[in-house]
């Protein structure tokens, strides 16, 4: 990603008589209710749907049907439905614009292909559909030039296949307040199953309850590949609000078979919880240009991760924001919490966890690691770092079980440093090799500018 660059089960049902009923008298009889889009001109399914959407609340596509052909947009109507129970396609250029209090909702066989959702308003719905096609770069699109606050989105219970992009959020025009994305599942996809980009004006984002299977990049597009990304403006190390995507929970995640299954690059104020990864490695998306981690964070602040669970996967990165070379940004003020990874039945080296932190006034607290087969590796010095309860066993081979990498005043990125009353307390740290014996590499400290508090820490040849 770059800073730039970034359902089923509702409503009513035709009855049974509007199926053998086609004139326009009963379709005008029938306008404050449903009408059922096979009462139309199947020659022209562009014309029959706008009618349709004149003349009744919900249209409906029943089961056995597909409309064929959908090569342009239909603007639904504020507060009108699009009821899936069969099939609409297109070339790609086809889709449905959701204006205030539109819904598209699905039940068993309805689906869409090559079509794209569009929301430009208020109070959207979702709702039970499925999703496929490589045609368009994305299934759902959010965004727009209008700037204008769109509330209270909801997508739930869709399914996403065989395509590019699932959801994609262009932010920077507009705004968005109360998003819920629920209950879905993503699979085979080029690009990320959802993508909330440039998102600096919206707030109360909750993604969750979603199975994420099989993102693979393979079309040459840079950035593309990743299972859930979040992304702000231009880094700042200072973190104003007005650059950053913030206030959002990503929860409830499981994911395999990807390159990067969570990224967010310049957030604050946020939440990513109980995740659950296997598999996620650089087989996939080879030439995307993305770093290989089940959670990748960059140049962010005020922020908890807890409760990761990964098996035969690259673990964690945590770092600086770049563009173009220049470091300008670092994390600070995080939690790492309840962190389990094992990766013994790897043949090859995976990341284990990476952080690099600092800035004066800030904070790093890791509590609650065990890893197998990976490695711990600390970087810069934030004012204050605090290590609780960590178990960590790495390969001799390999290197270290734990690095810590504090005295980079030669390197330019130790601009970031905390370089004075600054505290390192750890505690029950226990950084192993195979043979069981300690595994730590830690670079010269400066004492006077660091305190350090430690119970059963394990250094090369002692304990303190």
Known sequence: MSENKLSRRTFLTAGSALVVLHTPVVRALESSGSVNIQDYNPQDWVASFRQAFKEGQTVVVPYGLECEDLNTAIVIPPGKTLHLQGRISGNGRGRFVLQDGCKVVGEQDGSLRNVTLDIRGSDC???????????????IYIGGKTSRLMRNLIIDDITVSRANYGILRQGFHNRMDGVKIT????????????????????????????????????????????????????????????????????????????????????????????????????????KAGIDNATVAIYGCDNFVIDNVNMENSAGM???????????????????????????????????????????????VAITNVEMKHATLELHNQPQHLFLRNIKVMQQS????????????????????MAKQDTLLSLANVHAVNEAGKSSVDIDRVNHQVVNVEAVNFRLPGKER
């Open 125 to 139: 719905v979702i709702k039970g559909i499925a999703m496929s096609g490589f045609g368009p770069v994305t299934q």
């Open 397 to 416: 081979a390999t290197g270290p079980a734990l690095k810590m990498h504090f005295d980079l005043r030669q390197d330019v990125r130790g601009k970031f």
């Open 183 to 286: 209950n879905s599942r993503f699979s085979d996809l080029q690009g990320d199953a959802i993508e909330w980009n440039v998102a600096i004006n919206d707030s109360n984002i909750l993604i969750s309850d979603h199975v994420i299977e099989r993102i693979n990049c393979t079309n040459g597009n840079v950035n593309w590949g990743i299972g859930i990304g979040l992304a702000g403006s231009t880094y700042d190390n200072t973190y104003p609000d007005g650059l950053a995507v913030k206030n959002f929970v990503v929860a409830n995640i499981t994911g395999t078979d990807c390159r990067q299954l969570v990224h967010v690059e310049n957030g604050k104020h946020f939440i990513i919880r109980n995740i659950t990864a296997r598999n996620i490695t650089p087989d996939y998306s080879k």
């Open 317 to 363: 990165l945590i770092g600086y924001g770049v563009i173009k070379g220049r470091y300008l940004s670092i994390p600070q003020n995080f939690k790492l919490n309840n962190i389990h990874l094992d990766n013994t039945k790897r043949e090859y080296k995976l990341r284990g966890i990476q952080i690099s932190s600092g800035n004066a006034t800030s904070f």
